[in-house]
């Protein structure tokens, strides 16, 4: 039987530069000879997609933080159901753009209740945690000022407000402390280049010492 593949998510603010490093880790995946997917959420799969547009976009009032839980969950199940799960069972490995932690931040930030969020999330994945997060630390001046720039209409959390960035920031550096097993909290307002050689050390250590080491000799 095929070995399962990694599930490896990217975590962190507006504009800490999750894209940049997933497409870098993607290439240098993809060059081990493993076979890699990229996704993202809101989205990831054909229905995904749709519901994402209803999220990211137009104004902040636009939903009540259960109902935006909710939307998230219909769009997070589709995504495990279509993409993640079939990619993992294959042997792929799945490397995507903000997973349930985004959830326990943003919307735990808004307000919802923790253990509500965790119990829908356990129905919708049978409890299926990432084999590695990277969290993604920047100043969220720095990330704001990144993210305005791209001028596109994906900006509805953008505009919930400094205050409110600040505190995902933290939100996310306490959510890495708690897991840390799990989560590697990296500095993201460094060189580019630099930042791409912390992760690929990282999934090297954890993952592909093992599966590269040479065989044992037969020889006595
Ligand atoms: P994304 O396009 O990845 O934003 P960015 O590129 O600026 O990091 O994600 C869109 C927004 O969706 C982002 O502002 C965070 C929000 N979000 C949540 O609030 N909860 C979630 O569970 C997810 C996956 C995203």
Same mark, same amino acid.
């Not at 137009?58 to 939903?63: A, E, F, L, V, Y």
């Given at each position: 039987m095929k070995e399962r593949g990694r599930f490896i998510t990217f975590e962190g603010g507006e504009g800490s530069g999750k894209s940049t490093q997933i497409r870098a880790l993607a290439d240098l995946l993809t060059h081990h000879g493993i076979a890699c997917l990229h996704t993202r959420e809101p989205g990831g799969s054909v229905g995904a997609e749709k519901i994402r547009a209803l999220i990211v976009r137009?104004?902040?009032? $636009?939903?009540d933080v259960v109902s935006e839980y909710l939307l998230l969950s219909a769009a997070r199940r589709d995504h495990l159901v279509r993409t993640i799960r079939p990619a993992l069972e294959s042997g792929t490995w799945v490397v995507c753009d903000r997973y349930m932690d985004s959830s326990r931040v943003y919307q735990g930030l808004r307000g919802l209740d923790n253990a509500f969020m965790e119990e829908v999330y356990a129905q919708i994945s049978q409890s299926l945690e990432p084999d590695l997060t990277f969290v993604l630390d920047v100043d969220p001046r720095v990330g704001l000022t990144r993210a305005a720039a791209?001028? $596109?209409?994906?900006?509805r959390f953008e505009k919930m407000g400094s205050a409110f960035h600040a505190q995902v920031r933290e939100a996310f550096k306490d959510l890495a402390r708690e897991n840390p097993a799990r989560c590697v909290l990296v500095n993201?307002?460094?060189?580019v280049h630099a930042l791409t050689k912390i992760i690929m050390a990282e999934i090297e250590s954890r993952f592909l010492q093992k599966r590269d080491a040479p065989c044992p000799s037969t020889h006595a």
């Open positions: 137009g104004k902040t009032c $636009d939903w791209r001028q $596109d209409a994906e900006n993201a307002d460094q060189d």
